[in-house]
């Protein structure tokens, strides 16, 4: 089935720093997500990406769609203790009888205040 | 507030004990989903409902039941729980099946079977 391959697995960071994940996929996707999800919750939205090439913001996060549609990456600038958590990127599919989520494998983010 | 609930948020049970993991939905949402997260796996699809009375599998189904008789509740059923049902699990509901990206997630549930 269709895969998601996010990178890294975790990171440890100190406060201040800038932050690069990815995704990558054998598939294309006609959606990426970005979510997080603190600890003992539940994931939340962060970015919804729609367009092949598009390149979204959310205050300290941006967030691309590749151009081939085969991958995206999220940047968090100047990272602030807050920002721990498991990221999440999912490629959204729709076919003729439903639809799903596929999510990676997740990035945990550790902040060094 | 709009929002999805489940329970229980933990659970600790025997193997061969039947257990339900109850989820509701206050947002008259057509779409919900059942996931599990298991560390290094990330997110994977259990079953899922487009409407009432409508399910089918995701990508691991086996071992895992649910009915969708309302549209607010989607109850996961393990019939018979196994150790490698051990796992944290989300339930999960969005507008309808085209708006995927709008899904509200809800806290987990914790689930040891030993």
Known sequence: GQQLNQSPQSMFIQEGEDVSMNCTSSSIFNTWLWYKQDPGEGPVLLIALYKAGELTSNGRLTAQFGITRKDSFLNISASIPSDVGIYFCAGQVIYNQGGKLIFGQGTELSVKP | ?114
């Not at chain 2, 025997?14 to 257990?19: A, E, F, P, Q, S």
């Not at chain 2, 298991?38 to 189904?61: A, F, W």
């Open chain 2, 1 to 114: 507030e709009a929002q999805v609930t489940q329970n229980p948020r933990y659970l600790i049970t025997v193997t061969g004990k039947k257990l339900t993991v109850t989820c509701s939905q206050n947002m008259n949402h057509e779409y919900m989903s059942w996931y599990r997260q298991d560390p290094g796996l990330g997110l994977r699809q259990i079953y899922y409902s487009m409407n009432v009375e409508v399910t089918d599998k995701g990508d691991v189904p086996e071992g895992y039941k649910v009915s969708r008789k309302e549209k607010r509740n989607f109850p996961l059923i393990l019939e018979s729980p196994s150790p490698n049902q051990t796992s944290l699990y989300f339930c999960a509901s969005s507008p309808k099946t085209g708006q995927l990206y709008e899904q509200y997630f809800g806290p987990g549930t914790r689930l040891t079977v030993t």
